[in-house]
């Protein structure tokens, strides 16, 4: 069975801290991985990794896929109180050419969540 | 754009009854998912659609549940009959695949949910 597994489940920092969240998965098929910021609304799109050791960036956050073990992690430097939020893995096991590529057979399995709490 | 547009945004309603629920995608897409979020499982992927076709529906939980997608502008899921577990909130999301070789987007873009209470 597919499983994709985050953790902390939950994390509580101070404003300026660093923060590295983690994602680990086994699923046949894997494709690419995905990361969502989920606030008191509907997920938000972050990053997509498809290739090992490529560091995805933007601003304060970053992140970075390892294939060989299975496993992504999202950090977030300098964290500050609006990057509370629930953040997402989700796992692409689509067949056929990725997404990226112009394929269009998309499916996603979801971890349950890190839930982020940044404290002034 | 106005974004993906979902209805209702709040449904109360009793086991047995029959629900449906409204997704406009948003314009030029041609990819829609449908999924569902409570504190026990996460978010699950539950059918997924390209071009107006069911590509996957293997993550919808019974019978009891459908989806169609008669144009390219409007879905819906129904559950029938709702039953308490149900409750849950529902997202539909949409995004733009190229299918002719060249990068396409990979950004799927929220609704803002349809939160459902079925006592």
């Known amino acids: 069975e597919d499983k994709v597994v985050q953790s902390p489940l939950s994390l509580v920092v101070h404003e300026g801290d660093t923060v590295t969240l983690n994602c680990s998965y086994e699923?046949?098929?894997?494709?690419?991985l995905l990361w969502y910021k989920q606030e008191k609304k509907a997920p938000t799109f972050l990053f997509m990794l498809?290739?090992?050791?490529i560091e995805k960036k933007s601003g304060r956050l970053s992140s970075i896929l390892d294939k060989k073990e299975l496993f992504s992690i999202l950090n977030i430097t300098a964290t500050q109180t609006g990057d509370s939020a629930v953040y997402l893995c989700?796992?692409?096991?689509?067949?056929?050419?990725?997404?990226?590529?112009?394929?269009?057979?998309?499916?996603?399995?979801f971890g349950k969540g890190t839930l982020l709490t940044v404290n002034p | 754009d106005a974004g993906v547009i979902q209805s209702p945004r709040h449904e109360v309603t009793e086991m047995g009854q029959e629900v449906t629920l409204r997704c406009k995608p948003i314009?030029?897409?041609?990819?829609l998912f449908w999924y569902r979020q409570t504190m026990m499982r996460g978010l699950e992927l539950l059918i997924y659609?390209?071009?107006?076709?069911?590509?996957?529906d293997s993550g919808m939980p019974e019978d009891r549940f459908s989806a169609k997608m008669p144009n390219a502008s409007f879905s819906t899921l129904k559950i029938q009959p709702s039953e308490p577990r149900d409750s849950a909130v529902y997202f539909c999301?949409?995004?733009?695949?190229?299918?002719?070789?060249?990068?396409?987007?990979?950004?799927?873009?929220f609704g803002p949910g349809t939160r459902l209470t079925v006592l």
């Open positions: 999301a949409s995004s733009y695949a190229l299918t002719s070789g060249r990068t396409s987007t990979d950004t799927q873009y």
């Open positions: 699923v046949t098929n894997f494709r690419s």
């Open positions: 498809t290739s090992s050791g």
């Open positions: 989700a796992v692409d096991k689509g067949r056929g050419r990725p997404l990226h590529s112009g394929g269009s057979n998309y499916k996603l399995t």
């Open positions: 314009s030029g897409h041609n990819s």
């Open positions: 659609f390209n071009n107006n076709v069911p590509i996957d």
